[in-house]
């Protein structure tokens, strides 16, 4: 996750007074951080250590200035591209007909796209390239990058 600037190039916590963060989750995000940036599964091993939720993990990278690379559904956080997801040449029927029953104003959760993948044993980009096929939009994300 880039750090989230808005038009002037503000950072989106810049003048917010934000709880103190934990020393724990500090250290343990400066550690596993290389180069200014941190893997999505590396923030999700993070949150399951740490008993935190995904979010509280992607806000305090934020607040670090660490960029979120490499998410597991491919949508952002790839060199050069951004994003390597592909459409999908032919989703399973099903698969497409779960998508369509969890989305919420037009969009899949990334939480639910995770799901999907689980109840459907496939990798979780096999749902977010049937969801390119689909033109639906996966959002929000459980760090927050998107």
């Known amino acids: 996750m880039k750090a989230d600037?808005?038009?002037?190039g503000v950072h989106k916590h810049a003048g917010k007074s934000p709880a103190?963060?934990?020393?724990?989750?500090?250290d343990a995000l400066q550690r596993q951080t290389r180069?200014?940036?941190l893997p999505c599964a590396v923030a999700f091993k993070l949150a399951s250590d740490l008993g935190r939720p995904p979010a509280d993990i992607g806000e305090a990278a934020d607040l670090l200035g660490i960029r979120?690379?490499?998410?597991?559904?491919?949508l952002f956080g790839y060199s050069p591209e951004k994003k390597i997801v592909r459409a999908a040449p032919a989703a399973d029927p099903a698969m497409e007909t779960a998508i369509?029953?969890?989305?919420?104003d037009g969009r899949?959760?990334?939480?639910l796209a995770w799901e999907i993948a689980v109840a459907f044993q496939v990798p979780k980009m096999a749902?977010?390239?049937?969801?390119?096929?689909m033109q639906i939009k996966i959002k929000p994300c459980q760090l927050g990058a998107f």
Do not use: T
Not at 20 to 26: E, G, Q, S, V
Not at 100 to 104: A, F, G, P, S, V
Not at 127 to 133: D, F, I, L, M, P
């Open 5 to 8: 600037l808005g038009k002037k």
């Open 20 to 26: 103190p963060m934990d020393a724990a989750l500090k």
């Open 35 to 37: 180069e200014g940036e």
């Open 68 to 74: 979120l690379v490499k998410c597991q559904l491919g």
């Open 100 to 104: 369509r029953e969890k989305l919420k």
């Open 108 to 111: 899949l959760a990334c939480r």
């Open 127 to 133: 749902v977010s390239a049937a969801c390119e096929a």
